[in-house]
């Protein structure tokens, strides 16, 4: 089965919800590739979708906003702790909503080889092959804007809780009531905007993001498990889209065992525009990938005239899996295809199908990954 192949047999499911009807057949499917290897399921919690998380979010706060006008101190905190949830969550750290109900099960499939490896270098190949819910904040209209509506939000969370907080101490004080209820308004709105969508589309198809990362991962672990040397683990996780929360589960279960000689190399979205060496990701702050990978996967790019097409990136349209893994000193490089406007073309939209797939930025990824790690 090659990596086209793999990428037409996901995207004929209709969508892969990470804790969905689909996900048994998907993980089948997926299983069945690896007739010469050992396969683990890892079953995790999750919310069924980020806007669940979001909503949640929203709602904590609102509440907390409302709370304030009759009970200020209440209020006060409540805000506080579902305004400091929201920070953590949309700079893509671990929040205490993502704990909170309904929780579902999603699973990430662990992929290992059976011959034992000499060398204690151990490549970790890591895609996510779930699907998102279809939102309006990812059209072409919007998505250009996401960042700074991020932040822009953000800072009216941190204007949320000051407001809260000034309430407290000057209950009588009209203003601060108005801003309250407007800022409640408005957060309502948001949540509003960003769940319409879903209740029209459901989940997209997810042909590019990431049906292709998924495809990239296997074939270029088919071709580094030839190498013997080497211990190449490949990890095809669930719920990326409601926040890395399967690759949250498998580095918070295995960080004990990873060293200096651990690499993740992430691979998604693959589907339209050119491969990038993703460089630099993060919402209100800059999250730096400079390590060993990038240089090598930069430097392959400078010698063989085939790769010289491939830049690197910048990627600030939520967040990828191996955040976790970068944060947490793991060497760490995330592979993915940016068109000339540095978009994701049709990503959470009804548009991510087969028929809109390039197949060459993830051609590129696997000969780049397989060229470079094959003889790590
Ligand atoms: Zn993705």
């Known amino acids: 089965m090659n990596a086209i192949e793999i990428v037409k047999k996901l995207a004929d499911f209709k969508e892969r919800a990470c804790s969905g009807e689909n996900q048994e057949r998907v993980l089948s499917y997926l299983e069945s590739l690896f007739p010469e290897q050992k396969t683990e399921r890892q079953a995790f919690k999750t919310p069924t979708n980020y806007l669940v998380t979001v909503a949640w979010l929203i709602l904590g706060i609102s509440i907390g906003l409302l709370v304030t006008l009759k009970v200020g101190l209440l209020g006060f905190l409540i805000t506080v702790f579902f305004g400091v949830s929201a920070l953590l969550y949309f700079n893509w750290y671990a929040s205490p909503v993502s704990r909170f109900p309904p929780l579902r099960k999603s699973t990430n499939l662990i992929v290992r080889n059976v011959s034992k490896a000499i060398s204690t270098t151990k490549i970790i190949l890591m895609a996510h092959w779930d699907t998102a819910p279809i939102s309006v904040l990812y059209a072409p209209k919007m998505v250009g804007n996401f960042r ?20 407290t101490f000057l209950p009588e004080n009209y203003l601060l009531g108005g801003g309250i209820i407007i800022l409640s308004i408005y957060f309502l709105i948001q949540m509003v905007v960003a769940s319409f969508d ?6 997209s198809n997810g042909a590019s993001d990431n049906a292709t990362g998924v495809a990239a991962a296997i074939t270029s672990a088919h071709e580094l498990w030839k190498n013997k040397e080497i211990e190449t683990e490949l990890v095809l996780t669930g719920a990326e889209e409601v926040g890395m929360i399967g690759s949250k589960a498998y580095y918070d279960t295995y960080k004990n065992t990873f060293d200096e000689n651990t690499f993740l190399i992430n691979f998604d979205t693959l589907g339209a525009g050119e491969l990038k060496i993703i460089s630099k990701t993060g919402s209100m702050g800059d999250i730096i990938y400079s390590n060993i990978l990038t240089e090598k996967l930069t430097s392959a790019t400078e ?5 010289s097409h491939i830049k690197s990136g910048a990627w600030h349209t939520a967040d ?46 696997i000969d780049l990954a397989v060229k470079v790690f094959g003889k790590f």
Do not use: C
């Open 148 to 167: 700074s509506s991020l932040i822009i939000n953000m800072i009216l969370i941190i204007l949320a809780i000051i407001l809260t907080f000034l309430k």
């Open 303 to 307: 010698i063989y005239p085939e790769f």
């Open 198 to 203: 879903f209740f029209r589309y459901g989940y």
């Open 320 to 365: 990828f899996d191996s955040v976790w893994f970068q944060r947490g000193g793991v060497k760490a490089v995330t592979l993915a295809a940016l068109d000339s406007n540095g978009r994701m073309p049709n990503i959470h939209r009804e548009t991510d199908v087969i028929e809109n797939v390039d197949f060459k930025p993830m051609l590129d990824a």
